[in-house]
């Protein structure tokens, strides 16, 4: 963006409606806060620095507000909530550097969409003083009305103050305005209270700055871009339109999708071309999937890297730290923690790998446990390239299983194995001739002087 522009993003607000002891923008979609989908908007927008108007949890929503982008943040104190043109003005100070433009923006608005900012600042530029964000509603029920003559807006109109006639209007106020920098103090601190809540609204900015003789004008973005959130069902709602969206690029990337309205990802899920994701898969926070891999349905990922032509599933569970290279297969109901599995390993059925690391063309048996924690601590467990772990052995950490050694089933493994070595640890079968009959009579006839007595 060649143009100078500061973005105030309203950030203050309570939770009283999320009914929820944090601030209402900490709450996520896509497993980023909302702020966090805000700033980074702006910040793909072009903006030069963000003026977050923060309140509750102020210094946890800055944190949040600095997430994934490298945008200056200033964070300004909003004590007193006295309606948004009240909490624009907070910025007062940082607006005052001097900015070509001046957008707001609000923190619990996640959907909108950089190209939205960008086409306000162009309209900004080319000669309107201010530009209101406004969508075309479904049911304009609720919300403000942009009123337009001759190609200008000249008033955002509330509902219960429109007429018959502007309530047939479904172009809907979004709320986010961009004006002019060298404007904006002055027409902040002309807008008044004089109204019912004795707030100090944003929206008559639009008036305020016609009554000077200034060009307001209205352009239209998506409804879906102008989703806010209040309550717990409209997260939901959002989270949604998010995941609708995130599929969709994927799916146009080169990623197959058997169902695509089971799989959730997250904001920061990478997935290569030819990747195939089966129905009823979740992407936590840090996953990235290499070239035509395949993730069965039911399994769940995060914190983890899966290299290309793996398969993972079905009913996988990879936690953060797991790192599997190339044509790694995890089986079902396998769960992998802080391990690196070499290229072409196979972790079966049924297992769990933690702290391990495990050397490429490896065979795990179904049932094997490395035994990484001692109640205190987590000790690591290696096991060499080519190794073969049989069915049902537990590995106590911290342990060595040298290359090509050979693990016998049901073993409990206490001691280092050397490469190429057999490690049997069981007892010794006994086998008894007979010994299963007499034993079975002997519960039978227990059970029948039970059934005889009552008990």
């Given at each position: 963006?060649a143009r100078?522009?500061?973005?105030?993003?309203?950030?203050?607000?309570?939770?009283?409606?999320?009914?929820?002891?944090?601030?209402?923008?900490?709450?996520?979609?896509?497993?980023?806060?909302?702020?966090?989908?805000?700033?980074?908007?702006?910040?793909?927008?072009g903006?030069?620095?963000?003026a977050?108007?923060?309140?509750?949890?102020?210094?946890?929503?800055?944190?949040?507000?600095?997430?994934?982008?490298?945008?200056?943040i200033?964070?300004?104190?909003?004590?007193?909530?006295?309606?948004?043109?009240?909490a624009?003005l907070?910025?007062?100070d940082?607006?005052?550097?001097g900015?070509?433009?001046?957008?707001?923006?609000?923190?619990?608005?996640?959907?909108?969409?950089?190209e939205s900012l960008?086409?306000?600042?162009?309209?900004r530029?080319?000669?309107?003083?201010?530009?209101?964000?406004?969508?075309?509603?479904?049911?304009?029920?609720?919300?403000?009305?942009?009123?337009?003559?001759?190609?200008?807006?000249?008033?955002?109109?509330?509902?219960?103050?429109?007429?018959?006639?502007?309530?047939?209007?479904?172009?809907?106020n979004?709320?986010?305005i961009?004006?002019?920098?060298?404007?904006a103090?002055?027409?902040?601190?002309?807008?008044?209270n004089?109204?019912?809540?004795?707030?100090?609204y944003?929206?008559?900015?639009?008036?305020?700055?016609?009554?000077?003789?200034?060009?307001?004008?209205?352009?239209?973005?998506?409804?879906?871009?102008?989703m806010?959130?209040?309550t717990?069902?409209e997260?939901?709602?959002?989270?949604?339109?998010?995941?609708?969206?995130?599929?969709?690029?994927?799916?146009?990337?080169?990623?197959?999708?058997i169902?695509?309205?089971?799989?959730?990802?997250?904001?920061?899920?990478?997935?290569?071309?030819?990747?195939?994701?089966?129905?009823?898969?979740?992407?936590?926070?840090?996953?990235?999937?290499g070239?035509?891999?395949?993730?069965?349905?039911?399994s769940?990922?995060?914190?983890?890297?899966?290299?290309?032509?793996?398969?993972?599933?079905p009913?996988?569970?990879?936690?953060?730290?797991?790192d599997?290279?190339?044509?790694?297969?995890?089986?079902?109901?396998?769960?992998?923690?802080?391990?690196?599995?070499?290229?072409?390993?196979?972790?079966?059925?049924?297992?769990?790998?933690?702290?391990?690391?495990?050397g490429?063309?490896?065979?795990i048996g179904?049932?094997?446990?490395t035994?990484?924690?001692?109640?205190?601590?987590?000790?690591?467990?290696?096991?060499?390239a080519g190794?073969?772990?049989?069915?049902?052995?537990?590995?106590?950490?911290?342990?060595k299983?040298g290359?090509?050694?050979?693990?016998?089933?049901?073993s409990?493994?206490?001691?280092?194995?050397?490469?190429?070595?057999?490690?049997?640890?069981?007892?010794?079968q006994?086998?008894?001739?007979?010994?299963?009959?007499?034993?079975r009579?002997?519960?039978?006839?227990?059970?029948?002087?039970?059934?005889?007595?009552?008990?």
């Open positions: 963006m100078t522009c500061l973005a105030v993003v309203l950030a203050a607000g309570d939770a009283t409606r999320m009914k929820s002891s944090k601030s209402k923008v900490l709450h996520t979609v896509g497993n980023l806060p909302l702020i966090a989908h805000v700033t980074g908007s702006a910040a793909a927008a903006v030069r620095k963000i977050l108007v923060v309140g509750r949890d102020a210094d946890a929503v800055a944190m949040a507000a600095r997430s994934g982008h490298d945008v200056p200033a964070p300004v104190m909003q004590t007193e909530r006295k309606g948004t043109g009240h624009v907070m910025a007062k940082i607006i005052a550097e900015y070509d433009d001046v957008v707001v923006l609000y923190g619990d608005a996640p959907m909108i969409d950089p960008r086409a306000a600042v162009t309209e530029s080319a000669g309107a003083d201010v530009v209101v964000l406004g969508f075309r509603a479904a049911d304009p029920t609720g919300y403000g009305r942009l009123i337009e003559r001759d190609g200008e807006l000249v008033a955002i109109r509330e509902q219960k103050e429109a007429t018959a006639e502007e309530l047939e209007i479904d172009f809907c979004g709320g986010i961009t004006f002019s920098g060298a404007q103090i002055s027409l902040l601190e002309a807008i008044g004089d109204n019912a809540k004795g707030e100090y944003l929206t008559d900015i639009v008036e305020i700055a016609r009554e000077r003789g200034l060009k307001c004008v209205a352009i239209e973005a998506s409804e879906e871009d102008m806010g959130c209040n717990r069902a997260l939901a709602e959002i989270e949604v339109v998010w995941q609708q969206r995130a599929r969709h690029r994927a799916m146009l990337s080169g990623v197959t999708m169902d695509p309205a089971t799989v959730y990802l997250s904001f920061d899920t990478e997935l290569g071309n030819d990747v195939v994701i089966e129905p009823n898969v979740w992407f936590g926070p840090g996953v990235r999937v070239q035509s891999a395949v993730i069965h349905a039911f769940h990922l995060e914190g983890t890297v899966v290299g290309a032509h793996a398969q993972i599933g009913f996988a569970r990879l936690r953060p730290g797991a599997l290279a190339e044509k790694v297969k995890v089986g079902n109901f396998c769960e992998v923690k802080k391990a690196r599995i070499g290229e072409g390993a196979k972790v079966n059925h049924l297992s769990y790998i933690g702290d391990a690391v495990i490429a063309g490896a065979n179904a049932g094997t446990i035994c990484n924690y001692d109640g205190q601590n987590k000790h690591l467990t290696e096991i060499g190794a073969f772990i049989g069915s049902n052995s537990s590995l106590v950490a911290p342990v299983i290359d090509g050694a050979y693990v016998g089933s049901g409990v493994v206490t001691m280092d194995v050397p490469e190429d070595a057999l490690a049997v640890a069981r007892a010794r006994e086998t008894k001739p007979g010994r299963a009959k007499r034993l009579e002997k519960i039978l006839a227990i059970k029948a002087l039970k059934m005889k007595s009552g008990s």
